[in-house]
Each structure stands twice: as structure tokens, then as C-alpha cells.
């Protein structure tokens, strides 16, 4: 038993110990797994009913689909491609999503690197108003600002691409509390001799912050990066408030997709397929960086 | 040339050349700028940008919907309190106001719980990391995505056609009538709260996970040798030990819960008594044209939140003490 008292115990002891009740095991990977099917199973039907045809969908459960005689098709896509304005609605997410994405996290890196390497009255009051700013629930300001952004004030919004640039600079103001709190959290705790020595090797600010900061900050980055463009990626709410539901050729995926489901056409099929390429991109995106992703959640919520 | 293209390379080209030109413009700047003022003036343009975003898109229209919410619809006379009284006499907010509050607790419940629960089990299997992936998932897609899944999960066709949605050929199967999931009240609202808790239980077990993994091995084991049960294990080292962690997520899925608005906005439209606060504002100020009442509801929603944001400053302030 001298194992027990090594610091850092590893999970292989912790497992082997309770390999030694098999009955229990058995009821524990059954549970597991269920759960996992229990997720798996809404998207996995979706996924079936989007390539059978329009009738049989109607007619069957998707489930009826996995049992011969089989009947797939990719016609629903083909449809919703075409007809749909589904491909423009992802170029017009792509056009939405990136700035939003770029603009928000280099703001905030300039302003955390000013947070944690530069010393000016009034920093930490400053810094914990911004983290104060991270609950104003966005409806907070929609009136304003489509007063602000709208006919009455500089007229950005409406059929033209300026709704697009009133997308981007929303959700900077919106997406900046997190970012700063993140990446501030991020740059305050990387090793100060290093910013120290470059600065007596002469480097200014900006060398600091392009070559040492930045590239040391990668994985806050990279976390930032796929938090944001999801966030912004799967918006309903911020696109249906400055872009309106009117304008058909500015709408981004989640807009188009919803409004297939809320019309009352009942196209169902075409719904399904039309779900599935709005979720392609981030599912893409997701399992590619899931590490840095699931680091910049945990990092964000519990280490603070 | 079609404006969008022109739009898509303003997105490829402009915007990482604007963001990038601004820190040496700033330096280039402080050269005109006498040597000691440098280090005074510096911060407060590296911070500019921040700053100008968080003051025209988060504080001014939190001071000015403020203003709104006791203006008419308007946005010229002092109403005083009408729309507040409005908001807290008129039967259908009332309804939403008691649906967040059904969200808030169900929600938190389901996800918290359930995360702790997965968190748990899925720690004592070799193929954990799967485990994990696949209740995660979710949350990439969208509420709305995630409302279309569901759609299909709840589908109902009445008896003796043969059911499409999952969960009504279960039903079926058992020899019951099918039910009508979404237009049902109370059940329907419940059932878009599952939708939700599907999607975010995944981001509470993983934090949960990571907590659980900080947890000292030699302490459980220790408690283990000593003849304590499982169960007795649990109660008395880890669930104490995991609390701060669920209170950080708590927090978090009741922000959530009084914000939800996709899914109500996909799946009913607010209709068969399933409204929330954050459609009933949406509705107010597009179908009714009722800014002031939407500001009303807006305010409403952030003094809700408020006492959130309090414990979360004072946690943030205590983690800064013992760094």
C-alpha cells in the first residue's frame, strides 16, 4: 500500500480498484452509455431525416429510415442549395462572423496588455467596472441603439451592407467585457522578467505587444477565438435586432433557418438539411479545437 | 462591382489592417507627445478603442433605456411609471415572468445536477473523454439548431397515423395517445427547457470535471481506507469541496435562464402560455412598437440579473486577494 501515499495518485490506481466489483462496473458503463445515446439520439435523427425523401418523412419516424428497404437521398440539399438562399445566408454568416471575431479580441488584447504591463491611476477600479459590465444582458441596450444606428440617428441599419458593420461593431462592445476579463487574466500572469529584459534591450510597447505578448497569449487567443466565433456564429437575437427580418438577402444562417421553421409553408424536410449546413461549420471548427475551447471555458469560469 | 465582395474585402483586408495600424499609430503618436508624459498618455490610448466600444454600445444605452422606461411610446413624454405597471399587471408579461422563473429553477436544476451527475460517472470510465465529447457537443450548435433537433423529438400526429416524432412513438408503443408537447401548457414549457438543458449541460459538466480532477487523490483514498462508503465520500469531501465551483456555474445558467430567447422564438413564438421575458420585450418593440415598455422589460431584466453580477464581482475580488 506504500503506492497510496505517492502525491498525485494516478487514475489508473483509482480505476483498478474498482475493476474489482464487476457487477457494479457493468451497471456503470450501461448508465454511461445511455446518457451518451440520449445525446446523440435528437441530432443522429436529424441527421437521418434529412436525407430521406419529403414524403416519407412526413409519413415515417426517422428511425424507420435504418431498416431496408433503404431510401436516401441527397435531394433536400440539392433543394435548399438552390432554392433556399441558404448559400448566401452562409456568406453572409462568414461576412458577419469574422469581423466580429478579429475586432473584438484585438481591441481587447490592446486593452489587457494596458491592464497588465502599464501602470496608470484608477487601473484596478477600471478594470473590475469593465468586469461588471460582463451581466448587462443585451436587451439593455437594443432600444437605444437602434435609435442610434437606425433612420433616426446614422442610418446603418437597413437592406445595404452597413447593417453588416453595425453587426461588427455590436458585437465588439458586446463581446469585449469577456475577452478583456480572459486575456488580461492571461497576460498579467505570463513571466514579468521577460517584458522586463526587453525593455531594457531597448524593445518599445509595441514590439513588446506583437512579439511577446501575443505570441505568448496563443492558447487564451486561440480559446477567445472559437468562443467568440461560435457566439457569434449561432446569434439569433443581436441579427434579428440589427439586420431585421425584412431583408432577406443580409439574413445569416440562424435567421434564414428560423425563419424556414416559423413560416407556415412547412417545408420540413428542407428545414432539416437546412439545420444541418447552419451546424456544419461549427461542428467543424469545434472538434478541430475542442482542446482549446473546453481550456478556455474551465480557464474563464473557475480559475478566474 | 457587387457590394458584396467589396464587403468581403473590407472583411479580409481592412479590418486586420485597421486593428494591427492602431498600435503604431498609437506609438507614432506618442512621439510627438514630451518624453515624461509618454508613460501617463500611453495606457489611456491602448485602451481607447475598449473603451469607446464599452461606452457607445454597453453604458450609454443602459443609462439612456433607463430614460426610455419611463418615457411613452414615442420616446418624448414622462410617463412615470406605466410601463412598470404595465409590465406587472397585464396577464400575458405575468405569464413570462412566471415562465423565467420556471427556467431559472428547472434549468439550473437540470444542468447543474446533470453535469455533476456525468462529471462523476463518466470520471470512473476508461473511454471518458468520448463521454465527454458527446454530451459537449451541443453546445457548438445553436439554439436554433438545437430548437430544429427538438422540433422532431416533440412531433405529434394525431392517433392513428403513425407517429414521426421520437418521443410520441414511445408513447404510442406504451398504448397511450400521442401528446401534444409544445402546445400543452405546462408541460410545453418544460419541454423547451429540456431543449435548453440538453444544450448546456455539457458546458456545466465540463467545469465541473475540471474541478472534480483538482480534487487530491490521497484524500479520497484516504477516506476510502478508513472504511468510508462511497456515498459517505461523496457528502463529506467532495460535494463540499466541488461547491464553490457550483456556485459558479449556477450563476451562469441563471444568467442564462432569464436571458433564453431562441428557442421560445424558434420552437412557439411566445404562443400557448410559453412566452419569457426577453421575447415579450421582442415582441413589444417590433409587433407592438412599444419601446418604452421594451425598455421597461429590458431594466427589469438587468435589476434581475444585478445581484448576480454583485457575487461575481466579490468573487473575482477575492480570487485577485489571494493571488
Same mark, same amino acid.
Given at each position: 500500500m506504500t503506492a497510496l501515499s505517492v502525491p498525485g495518485l494516478s487514475a489508473a490506481t483509482r480505476s483498478s480498484r474498482r475493476r474489482s466489483r464487476p457487477s457494479r462496473r457493468v451497471v456503470l458503463n450501461v448508465v454511461v452509455i445511455a446518457i451518451m445515446a440520449l445525446w446523440l439520439l435528437p441530432t443522429f435523427g436529424l441527421l437521418v431525416n434529412s436525407v430521406r425523401p419529403a414524403q416519407a418523412v412526413a409519413s415515417s419516424g426517422w428511425w424507420?429510415?435504418? !431498416?431496408?428497404? %433503404?431510401?436516401?437521398?441527397?435531394?433536400? %440539399?440539392?433543394?435548399? #442549395?438552390?432554392?433556399?438562399?441558404?448559400?448566401?445566408?452562409?456568406?453572409?454568416?462568414?461576412?458577419?462572423?469574422?469581423?466580429?471575431? $478579429?475586432?473584438? $479580441?484585438?481591441? @481587447?488584447?490592446f486593452a489587457a496588455y494596458a491592464f497588465s504591463w502599464m501602470k496608470f491611476p484608477g487601473r484596478d477600479i477600471l478594470f473590475v467596472a469593465i468586469i461588471g459590465l460582463l451581466v448587462i444582458p443585451l436587451q439593455t441596450t437594443f432600444v437605444p441603439l437602434l435609435n442610434l444606428l437606425g433612420p433616426k440617428g446614422i442610418h446603418l441599419l437597413g437592406a445595404g451592407p452597413g447593417a453588416f458593420v453595425a453587426v461588427w461593431l455590436a458585437h465588439t462592445g458586446y463581446g469585449l467585457p469577456f475577452a478583456i476579463y480572459l486575456l488580461r487574466n492571461y497576460m498579467g500572469g505570463l513571466p514579468r522578467e521577460v517584458f522586463e529584459s526587453a525593455?531594457? *534591450?531597448?524593445?518599445?510597447? /509595441?514590439? /513588446? !505587444?506583437?512579439? #511577446? /505578448? $501575443?505570441? &505568448?497569449?496563443?492558447?487564451?487567443?486561440?480559446?477567445?477565438? =472559437? !468562443?467568440?466565433?461560435?457566439?457569434?456564429?449561432? *446569434?439569433?437575437?443581436? +441579427? #434579428? &435586432?440589427? =439586420?431585421?427580418? +425584412?431583408? @432577406?438577402?443580409?439574413?445569416?444562417?440562424?435567421?434564414?433557418?428560423?425563419?424556414?421553421?416559423?413560416?407556415?409553408?412547412? *417545408?420540413?424536410?428542407?428545414?432539416?438539411?437546412?439545420? !444541418?449546413?447552419?451546424? @456544419?461549420?461549427?461542428?467543424?471548427?469545434?472538434f478541430a479545437l475542442q482542446r482549446y475551447f473546453v481550456r478556455g471555458i474551465t480557464g474563464g469560469a473557475v480559475k478566474g | 462591382m457587387d457590394p458584396r465582395l467589396i464587403t468581403a474585402i473590407i472583411v479580409l483586408v481592412g479590418v486586420p489592417a485597421t486593428v494591427i495600424g492602431y498600435v503604431f499609430l498609437v506609438e507614432q503618436v506618442l512621439r510627438l507627445v514630451p518624453g515624461k508624459r509618454q508613460a501617463a498618455v500611453r495606457p489611456w490610448l491602448w485602451l481607447l478603442p475598449a473603451l469607446l466600444f464599452l461606452f457607445v454600445f454597453l453604458v450609454y444605452p443602459t443609462i439612456n433605456t433607463i430614460v426610455l422606461s419611463f418615457e411613452n411610446k414615442f420616446q418624448k413624454e414622462f410617463v412615470g411609471l406605466d410601463n412598470y405597471v404595465y409590465f406587472f399587471t397585464n396577464p400575458n408579461t405575468l405569464i413570462s415572468l412566471r415562465n423565467n422563473i420556471i427556467w431559472l429553477v428547472l434549468l439550473t436544476f437540470l444542468t447543474v445536477g446533470g453535469g455533476l451527475i456525468i462529471a462523476i460517472l463518466v470520471d470512473r470510465v476508461r473511454y471518458e473523454s468520448i463521454a465527454k465529447s458527446v454530451v459537449f457537443v451541443p453546445l457548438a450548435i445553436s439554439f436554433v439548431g438545437a430548437a430544429i433537433i427538438w422540433k422532431f423529438m416533440y412531433d405529434y400526429q394525431p392517433p392513428g397515423h403513425p407517429q414521426t416524432g421520437l418521443l410520441n412513438a414511445g408513447v404510442a408503443a406504451l398504448g397511450f395517445p400521442p401528446i401534444t408537447w409544445i402546445q400543452d401548457a405546462p408541460l410545453n414549457t418544460i419541454a423547451l427547457i429540456i431543449v435548453a438543458a440538453w444544450t448546456w449541460t455539457g458546458f456545466c459538466m465540463v467545469i465541473l470535471s475540471a474541478a472534480l480532477k483538482g480534487i487530491s487523490a490521497e484524500l479520497l483514498e484516504a477516506a476510502r481506507v478508513d472504511g468510508a462508503t462511497e456515498i459517505q465520500v461523496f457528502r463529506a469531501i467532495t460535494f463540499p469541496l466541488l461547491l464553490p465551483t457550483v456556485a459558479v456555474v449556477s450563476t451562469t445558467m441563471i444568467i442564462t435562464a432569464l436571458k433564453a430567447f431562441d428557442i421560445v422564438y424558434v420552437m412557439t413564438s411566445g404562443n400557448y402560455d410559453t412566452n419569457v421575458i426577453a421575447n415579450q420585450m421582442y415582441k413589444e418593440l417590433f409587433t407592438n412598437s412599444q419601446p418604452g415598455r421594451a425598455s421597461a422589460i429590458a431594466v427589469i431584466l438587468l435589476l434581475l440579473i444585478i445581484p448576480i453580477m454583485a457575487i461575481n464581482i466579490r468573487r473575482f475580488r477575492q480570487q485577485e486577494a489571494i493571488r
Open positions: 424507420t429510415g435504418l !431498416f431496408p428497404p %433503404y431510401n436516401f437521398t441527397l435531394e433536400n %440539399y440539392q433543394q435548399v #442549395l438552390s432554392r433556399g438562399g441558404m448559400s448566401q445566408a452562409f456568406v453572409n454568416s462568414l461576412l458577419i462572423t469574422i469581423p466580429s471575431t $478579429i475586432i473584438p $479580441i484585438a481591441v @481587447a488584447a525593455s531594457i *534591450d531597448g524593445a518599445g510597447h /509595441a514590439t /513588446a !505587444f506583437f512579439r #511577446l /505578448a $501575443i505570441p &505568448m497569449s496563443v492558447p487564451a487567443i486561440a480559446a477567445l477565438v =472559437i !468562443f467568440q466565433f461560435l457566439f457569434v456564429w449561432n *446569434d439569433l437575437l443581436v +441579427a #434579428l &435586432m440589427f =439586420i431585421g427580418a +425584412a431583408n @432577406a438577402p443580409n439574413l445569416p444562417l440562424t435567421m434564414a433557418v428560423a425563419s424556414l421553421a416559423t413560416s407556415l409553408g412547412g *417545408d420540413w424536410q428542407l428545414l432539416m438539411a437546412a439545420a !444541418f449546413i447552419s451546424m @456544419a461549420l461549427p461542428l467543424i471548427v469545434f | -
